[in-house]
């Protein structure tokens, strides 16, 4: 009796998981109709984003923008998803970003003070003790390093602040609240924001609907 209890239980676990591969072989499609192809950079290589797939709301654009902020600052507008680097006369360049869940309880001003190639990604410790499974450290250039191929590090007198302008894996949660606090950027785009920032630029994250300043 009783082995007949586990073949049946055996058996309809078998039949759960190929009844659930249809599914998982969907979500995989999904996300792969996000990238196209691969693209080697220093070494390393990212998957390029199908920007056939993406809203061209966010798409890397030039648009009007009125600022009293120099040519040459970064603005972080965590509400309505867009970062923009300033330009000349009332222009600016405008990335379609996702922000961190918890991203909008910080705001003001910062520096790029450290920027990084292929940086290798350690989780804070308020990260590893909500998911106690993630990896302790991932080497640059690994295919599951969330930073991807650039990261910008926001400092404040000289103090790092924890926040960081990065790649992300996932370009379908560019526009949304989905990271833990940092600002995610298509690979693309973090590159070539990368070119135009040295370290010493200025950056304003605007305040967040609702946001606190704990």
Avoid at 57 to 68: A, E, G, L, P
Avoid at 83 to 97: I, K, M, S
Avoid at 168 to 194: A, K, N, Q
């Amino acid at each position: 009796m009783e082995l007949n209890r586990r073949m049946f239980l055996g058996g309809a676990a078998a039949v759960a998981g190929t009844l659930a591969l249809p599914h998982v072989a969907r979500a995989n499609a999904a996300a792969n109709a996000y990238f196209n192809g691969y693209q080697p950079d220093g070494g390393f290589q990212y998957r390029r984003t199908n920007f056939k797939r993406i809203d061209p709301v966010w798409h890397r654009q030039m648009v009007k923008y009125f600022s009293d902020e120099p040519p040459g600052t970064v603005v972080v507008d965590t509400n309505n998803h867009f970062l923009y680097w300033v330009w000349e006369n009332n222009t600016a360049l405008r990335y379609g970003v996702g922000v961190g869940r918890e991203g909008f309880q910080w705001f003001g001003r910062a520096r790029i003070d450290r920027k990084a190639m292929w940086p290798r990604w350690v989780p804070p410790p308020e990260m590893l003790q909500r998911q106690p499974d993630l990896p302790r450290l991932v080497e640059g250039g690994a295919a599951n390093n969330p930073l991807g191929p650039r990261a910008l590090y926001l400092y404040r007198d000289g103090r790092d602040l924890g926040y960081r302008l990065h790649s992300t894996l996932e370009p379908w949660s560019i526009g949304h609240d989905v990271s833990s606090g940092c600002i995610r950027m298509f690979p693309e785009d973090v590159i070539d924001l990368y070119q135009r920032c040295p370290k010493g630029t200025g950056v304003l994250v605007l305040e967040h609907l609702g946001a606190n300043a704990g």
